[in-house]
């Protein structure tokens, strides 16, 4: 699977952006999605996740109560919604996947875990 992101840009603090990532290829519905971020200088981290159905999603701390992912796996997308930016929200987003056809939701925010990547997209948070 190839996964394209879009949606990123420069925005003030407070402001709220949507990203989007899609993928391309068949049986989207077994694929976990991920979001990963990297700032400048530091380690990328995972931000959130879903589960193949979108029945379990997964956000870390930082972005809790303001970053909300769905999916709509009848176009092959999965979007991000951030609100509420902090400068410190800066970084180049990154959506990854891994395939788990299990019947049972999977979840995992753990980068091992995730074998496809896509090539960023850029989100700059003045204050």
């Known amino acids: 699977v190839q996964l394209v992101e879009s949606g990123g840009g420069l925005l003030q603090s407070g402001g709220s952006l949507r990203l989007s990532c899609a993928a391309s290829g068949d049986s989207f519905e077994d694929y976990v999605v991920g979001w990963f971020r990297q700032a400048p200088g530091k380690e990328r981290e995972g931000v959130s996740c879903?589960?193949?159905?979108?029945?379990?999603?997964y956000y870390s701390d930082a972005v809790k109560g303001r970053f909300t992912v769905r999916r709509d796996n009848s176009k092959n997308l999965v979007y991000l919604q951030m609100n509420n930016l902090k400068p410190e929200d800066t970084a180049v987003y990154y959506c990854?996947?891994?395939?788990?056809?299990?019947?049972?939701?999977?979840?995992?925010?753990?980068?091992?875990?995730?074998?496809?990547w896509g090539q960023g997209t850029q989100v700059t948070v003045s204050s």
């Open positions: 879903i589960s193949q159905r979108g029945e379990n999603t």
């Open positions: 990854a996947s891994y395939v788990d056809a299990a019947p049972s939701p999977s979840l995992s925010i753990l980068e091992d875990e995730y074998d496809y």
